[in-house]
């Protein structure tokens, strides 16, 4: 970009030469500053006659005026300079599909919760009802989940946060194994076992005592 300023830039005061200010914070120096120089003539701005401004100030002003974006843009549309400097383009986008032509029938979230895994929560009912509604739920998905769990081990679904967790709910934990570790423990492993059994039972009985 060829207009960047950097904003971090040391500039010189106009009053003083001394003075060297950041680009940023000129603004508020300038007020503090040409109050050392009361008797500084005033000038009128190029953008604009109402502004009168210190002489040395002009130049920054004329950077910074209001009023200047008026005229450099009745001068740019005299040259015939392009203004929009992003233009949008005009992408093609094909548009082949058409969803109003698709026979499908419209989404029942009702009916779809029902088929599924999707344990719901009644909210609005009497304490009967809901208890009503939460055995029925446990019903409908334990079927449901004893047809899917013979078609595959899909994990269940859930729709509601605060609900109770369904029996189904247990087929999401680990298997437990049913055997001890002994059992496919090598013949080292197995004696060890034995060992710390017999010397526990052995302290066991000492306590006893
Ligand atoms: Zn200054
Ligand atoms: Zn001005």
């Not at 029902?114 to 929560?121: G, V």
């Not at 609900?163 to 437990?176: A, C, F, Q």
């Not at 080292?188 to 009985?205: C, P």
Request: with cysteine; net charge neutral; glycine share 2%.
């Amino acid at each position: 970009m060829d207009n960047f300023v950097d904003p971090e830039e040391k500039v010189m005061c106009p009053y003083n030469p001394a003075h060297h200010i950041m680009r940023k914070r000129l603004n508020t120096h300038l007020v503090k500053c040409k109050k050392n120089y009361p008797d500084t003539k005033l000038v009128e701005c190029d953008f604009n006659v109402i502004h009168k401004i210190p002489e040395p100030e002009l130049q920054y002003h004329h950077e910074n005026c209001p009023d200047r974006h008026k005229i450099e843009i009745s001068i740019y549309q005299e040259a015939g300079v392009e203004i929009n400097k992003f233009p949008i383009h005009n992408i093609h986008v094909p548009t082949d599909e058409c969803w109003d032509d698709l026979n499908v029938p419209t989404y029942d979230p009702k009916k779809y919760c029902e088929s599924k895994e999707i344990l719901r929560h009644l909210d609005v009912a009497s304490a009967g009802q809901r208890r009503q509604f939460r055995m029925e739920e446990r019903r409908r998905i334990g079927q449901l989940s004893n047809i899917s769990s013979m078609k595959s081990d899909r994990p269940m679904s859930r729709a509601s946060t605060n609900s109770t967790p369904g029996p189904s709910n247990r087929k999401d934990l680990p298997e437990t194994r049913g055997h001890s570790m002994a059992e496919e423990a090598p013949g080292e492993v197995e004696n060890l076992l034995r060992r710390i059994k017999s010397e526990a039972n052995q302290s066991f009985r000492l306590v006893k005592k």
